[in-house]
Structures are given as C-alpha cells and as structure tokens.
C-alpha cells in the first residue's frame, strides 16, 4: 500500500488518466450520463481516502505504478 493507505481500482469505472479526469468519456459505455456519474463518486472517494488511482486499462498509465518485485510500503 503507497503511505496515502488506500488504493482505489477503477477497473471498468474509468478505463485511463483521461476519462478520470474528464478530458474523454470511456470507449464503450452503456449509459454516458451514468458512467460520468460513477466516476464522479469515485473522485470524491479518491479526495476522501488519499487514495492512489490506478484506472482500468491505461497503457500510458501503467508504467507509472510499481511492479513486482516492488511494491507499496
């Protein structure tokens, strides 16, 4: 775990750094409005916790988190 002590997985919720950030809206959505939404709640627990963000399925992203062997303290 990074020192903030929560991780937050946005698995589908938020595919990369940009839908997050509301510069894109995910490739594929069923409801647009809905999905704004979730990601919109999961801001806020983000802000709440601390929390590192680690998005879905962000190759430019990806690089920026630590891997194995590495790991959180």
Do not use: C
């Amino acid at each position: 775990m990074p020192k903030t002590g929560a991780v937050l997985l946005t698995i589908d919720a938020a595919y990369t750094m940009e839908h997050w950030e509301e510069k894109a809206l995910p490739s594929f959505a069923t409801a647009t409005v809905e999905a704004v939404r979730s990601v919109k709640k999961l801001r806020q627990i983000a802000r709440q916790t601390n929390a590192l963000v680690v998005t879905g399925h962000d190759p430019a992203a990806w690089p920026t988190f630590r891997h194995a062997p590495a790991y959180y303290d």
